[in-house]
């Protein structure tokens, strides 16, 4: 245990980061086959400790964001007609922070019945789109479909999408570049596993995460980066504010390295990974956490309020 804390410390690789040229990643795995799943899952439930970190390394200029805070709620795989009526109903019940752009989820199914009685405070998103026109490809929603019954962005590259489906980052950033074109903004996720934090990769992969999504899209004017550690996503186990603020800066400073200063500074990069009521207001106070994506707790209500006001902290910490 001793050696899987001091592992979790923070990402080893700290030089590869600080140089402007990227370098590669060779993935582990294109997907989790269901035995590793099962595994990886007992692993980390069963014996995974976050530590506290060190001081984050300054050899990366920290560059808050100059964006509105946004928060996001990823609904996933939940909910019925009957559950998402009473959640939308909290929702519109809520007291709303003014200065935070809010962005929800809804399963595919759901999305028309969201739209139609949300309040339009709140913005609807897709959890995924196909990477073209839509066509003979049994299973899938198009761009276009979306923004036909009011989509306003979309979540892609999500750690699901990349671990149990099976999309590569190619794809993903394929995927976002036509989302971009036909006037949909993009939640682009990136994460690293488990086992590569504990390898040393953290930087490494979401550099290689980040430069797929650089290669294909046309502008970064619409683009929220969700840094998700796939280790803190529904088990409970939330990175601690100095872990995910690390991480944050790094990406900040390869966006400034890699794609301009401007974008570096323009573009949103929130935090996803068991965001809760009661450590949001911890993790918004770091400056380069511009926000949250939120999975289980934005489906409760008076809760998912609670994060999206915790932009408040963000001001008093400033």
Request: proline share 3%; aromatic share 8%.
């Amino acid at each position: 245990m001793a050696m899987l804390s001091a592992s979790l410390s923070g990402p080893k690789s700290a030089a590869s980061y600080s140089s402007p040229h990227f370098s590669g990643l060779r993935r582990l795995c294109s997907k989790l086959d269901s035995n590793t799943s099962h595994s990886f899952l007992r692993h980390f439930n069963s014996q995974l400790r976050v530590s506290s970190l060190r001081k984050p390394s300054r050899n990366v200029v920290a560059m808050a964001g100059t964006g509105t805070f946004f928060v996001g709620g990823n609904w996933k795989c939940n909910g019925t007609k009957e559950s998402i009526t009473k959640l939308v109903s909290d929702l519109n019940d809520a007291k709303l922070e003014a200065d935070v752009d809010v962005v929800v989820a809804p399963p595919f199914p759901y999305i028309d019945q969201v739209k139609a009685s949300l309040t339009d405070r709140i913005e609807i998103s897709a959890q995924n789109s196909w990477v073209g026109k839509g066509g003979a490809f049994t299973g899938e929603i198009s761009v276009e479909q979306l923004k036909d019954i009011g989509c306003k962005w979309v979540i892609l590259g999500h750690s699901e999408r990349r671990h149990i489906i099976g999309e590569n980052n190619e794809f993903i950033g394929k995927k976002a570049a036509y989302a971009l074109s036909q006037g949909l903004g993009v939640i682009a996720c990136i994460g690293e596993l488990l086992e590569e934090r504990e390898a040393g990769k953290t930087f490494d992969v979401c550099f290689e995460q980040l430069k797929a999504f650089a290669d294909a899209v046309p502008s970064w004017e619409n683009i929220v980066i969700a840094y998700e550690p796939v280790w803190a996503i529904g088990t409970g186990k939330v990175a601690t504010p100095l872990q995910a603020q690390e991480v944050h800066v790094a990406v900040r400073d390869w966006l400034k390295k890699n794609v301009s200063e401007e974008v570096a500074s323009k573009t949103r990069i929130i935090y996803g990974g068991s965001v809760n009521g009661g450590n949001c207001a911890e993790l918004a106070k770091q400056e380069d956490i511009d926000g949250f994506l939120v999975g289980g707790a934005s489906l409760k209500g008076p809760e998912f309020a609670t994060i999206i006001n915790s932009a408040t902290s963000k001001k008093v910490a400033a």
